[in-house]
């Protein structure tokens, strides 16, 4: 079964930095797009950060463009995302999520991680 | 941008009813469109992919239809694991988006 756990969330002042793991196991990492999406306690789902399976490519939402950076490491199964200059709206839980592509080029989210809380407060 | 718009927000069901949801995109997406289910405190789960296919592992009373702008999920028979909050998303039009949700509750 495909097992992705996230790592790094914690308290942090605005302004600051944060960077966030996800293990992956069980399946071909190396093979596989990955992403980041966040939700709010007790709002919806909102995608973040995506990164190709080799990680040449990498895509942002407008809102996290030039503050968040995602990577990963196939030879350690582990995707990463650095964030900086962290706002209270970045305050959320970030889960890490396998993607699996279809002939059209898009993609859906197949497995989950449980989420990792990131709270930005001073 | 695309809009992922879902209705209604909130739908009272009891146990063995049919439950229908609704989801509508801004332009064409085609049938990129994928359902997630999210239990409280749980993840998200996939449950559809590709408008009306099934993820593995997924019962036969979860169903997806629909093309372009308008899609729809239904239940056939409302179990109590089902309560949860239900999500569509998008994946024909970057950046991917998601609705914001229809939450089934107890009725």
């Known amino acids: 079964e495909v097992h992705l756990v996230e790592s790094g969330g914690g308290l942090v002042q605005p302004g600051g930095s944060l960077t966030l793991s996800c293990a992956a196991s069980?399946?071909?990492?190396?093979?596989?797009?990955m992403s980041w999406v966040r939700q709010v306690p007790g709002k919806g789902l909102d995608w973040v950060s995506a990164?190709?399976?080799?990680?040449?490519?990498?895509y942002h939402a407008d809102s996290v463009t030039g503050r968040f950076t995602i990577s990963r490491d196939n030879s350690k199964n582990t995707l990463y995302l650095q964030m900086n200059s962290l706002s209270a709206e970045d305050t959320a839980v970030y889960y890490c999520?396998?993607?699996?592509?279809?002939?059209?080029?898009?993609?859906?989210?197949?497995?989950w991680g449980q989420g990792t809380l990131v709270t930005v407060s001073s | 941008e695309v809009v992922t718009t879902q209705s209604p927000a909130t739908l009272s069901v009891s146990p063995g009813e049919r439950v229908i949801f609704s989801c509508r995109t801004s332009?064409?997406?085609?049938?990129?469109l994928a359902w997630y289910q999210q239990r409280p405190g749980q993840s998200p789960r996939l449950l559809i992919y590709?408008?009306?296919a099934r993820a593995t592992g997924i019962p036969a009373r979860f169903s997806g239809s629909g093309s372009g702008t308008e899609f729809t999920l239904t239940i056939s028979s409302l179990q109590s694991e089902d309560f949860a909050v239900y999500y569509c998303?998008?994946?024909?039009?970057?950046?991917?988006?998601f609705g914001q949700g229809t939450k089934v509750e107890i009725k």
């Open positions: 999520v396998k993607g699996q592509y279809t002939p059209r080029g898009g993609y859906y989210f197949d497995y």
């Open positions: 069980a399946f071909t990492f190396s093979s596989h797009a």
């Open positions: 990164i190709s399976a080799s990680g040449d490519s990498t």
């Open positions: 332009q064409t997406v085609s049938s990129d």
């Open positions: 590709d408008a009306s």
């Open positions: 998303q998008q994946y024909n039009n970057w950046p991917w988006t």
